[in-house]
């Protein structure tokens, strides 16, 4: 069974860099069948996905959140990590890391995840 | 991007009975790519349903997912207890994947 688990700070200052680290278990993150996933949950909102790596380092991310995100993988750890940089009091949310089978080149569902950490940014 | 509307928000029903949860889209999901999660507080969301009527590995057969174009049904036949949680669909036929509000099924 594949296990995921999302760590890193719980409270950050606006203007700061959130960073936060998915652990994988029971799967490889270098296996090419899968792109590995953040999504966030904002208190009272809907799920919103930011974005994917690849093993090969390929990246894919929300247009209307690229400009200040890089995720990131660590293959030797079998790690993959977010880093969103400018947070605002809007970044407030549950991150989730999740792994995506590829299908064919297209977007897909999401069939592990991890159960999510909260970070609050508040001055 | 796609929107995504679950209906009912809340659904108050007692073990053993019948669940339906609709999720509309705003434009036609290519290729029926919806796929249903159940979330429970503090846990990771668990995969469901996939393509809109493929059950996920291990989901007992009690679930199951229907429709098309902008139309999709997830139903629970027979709550079980385990079963009271938060459900949302989510669409990836079209980029960036986007996820519908949830649907609430509480205990009456």
């Known amino acids: 069974q594949v296990h995921l688990q999302e760590s890193g700070p719980g409270q950050l200052k606006p203007s700061e860099t959130l960073s936060l680290t998915c652990t994988v278990s029971?799967?490889?993150?270098?296996?090419?069948?899968?792109?590995w996933n953040w999504i966030r949950q904002p208190p009272g909102k809907g799920l919103e996905w930011i974005g994917y790596v690849y093993y090969s380092g390929i990246t894919k991310y929300k247009s209307s959140l690229k400009s200040r995100v890089a995720i990131s993988g660590d293959m030797s750890k079998n790690q993959f990590s977010l880093k969103m940089s400018s947070v605002t009091v809007a970044d407030t949310a549950v991150y989730y890391c999740a792994r995506e089978p590829l299908i064919y080149s297209s977007s897909s569902y999401f069939d592990f995840w991890g159960q999510g950490t909260l970070v609050t940014v508040s001055s | 991007e796609i929107v995504l509307t679950q209906s009912p928000g809340t659904l108050s029903l007692s073990p053993g009975e019948r669940a339906t949860l609709s999720c509309r889209a705003s434009?036609?999901?290519?290729?029926?790519?919806l796929a249903w999660y159940q979330h429970k507080p503090g846990r990771a969301p668990r995969l469901l349903i996939y393509g809109a009527s493929y059950r996920a590995t291990g989901i007992p057969d009690r679930f199951s997912g229907s429709g098309s174009g902008t139309d999709f049904t997830l139903t629970i036949i027979r709550l079980e207890p385990e079963d009271f949680a938060v459900y949302y669909c989510q669409q990836y036929g079209s980029s960036p994947q986007t996820f519908g509000q949830g649907t609430k099924v509480e205990i009456k």
């Open positions: 029971g799967g490889s993150v270098s296996n090419g069948a899968y792109y």
């Open positions: 434009e036609t999901i290519s290729r029926a790519f």
